[in-house]
Structures are given as structure tokens and as C-alpha cells.
């Protein structure tokens, strides 16, 4: 059965997991990006301006989803544990 504390562990686990990707992926796109850029403009046939728009919405909504299901709920289970 999981217990309070295995969950939050879990919790604290997956976001630590997810903040770290998130750095990992800002700074490779922010360090990498004509390197990034043409790759990707190849592989999908997107412009390599409209990749920035891109690149952004895709960290934009990865924080926000690593905030609502990762970090939101250990900082709940941390309270009531």
C-alpha cells in the first residue's frame, strides 16, 4: 500500500526529475540554438524562425505542467505529512 511518505517521496523524486530536464532543455535551447534550429528545421520542415515561437511554448507549458503535477502536489503532500 503507499503511505503518505512514500508518495511524497515519489512526488519530490519526479520533480526533481522535471526541474532538472527543464534546466537541461532551457539551456540547450538557449546555448545550442542555430545548432538546434537547423536540426530541427530539417526534421520536421518548419522555419527556422517560427522555431523560436515554438521552442518557447514548448518550455512555457512544460513548466507549467511540471508545477500543476509534480511540485504542486508534493508541496501539498508536505503539508499534510
Known amino acids: 500500500m503507499i ?10 523524486w519526479a520533480s526533481v526529475i522535471n526541474i532538472t530536464y527543464l534546466i537541461l532543455a532551457t539551456l540547450s535551447i538557449t546555448f ?7 536540426l530541427h528545421s530539417k526534421m520536421f520542415g518548419i522555419d527556422e524562425k517560427a522555431l523560436d515561437s515554438k ?3 514548448f518550455l512555457s507549458m ?9 511540485i504542486s ?6 503539508i499534510i505529512g
Request: zero cysteines.
Open 3 to 12: 503511505t503518505i511518505p512514500l508518495l511524497t517521496k515519489l512526488f519530490g
Open 32 to 38: 545550442m540554438k542555430g545548432t538546434m534550429s537547423a
Open 55 to 57: 521552442y518557447f511554448d
Open 62 to 70: 512544460y513548466k507549467i505542467a511540471t508545477l500543476v503535477f509534480t
Open 73 to 78: 502536489p508534493y508541496i501539498a503532500l508536505k
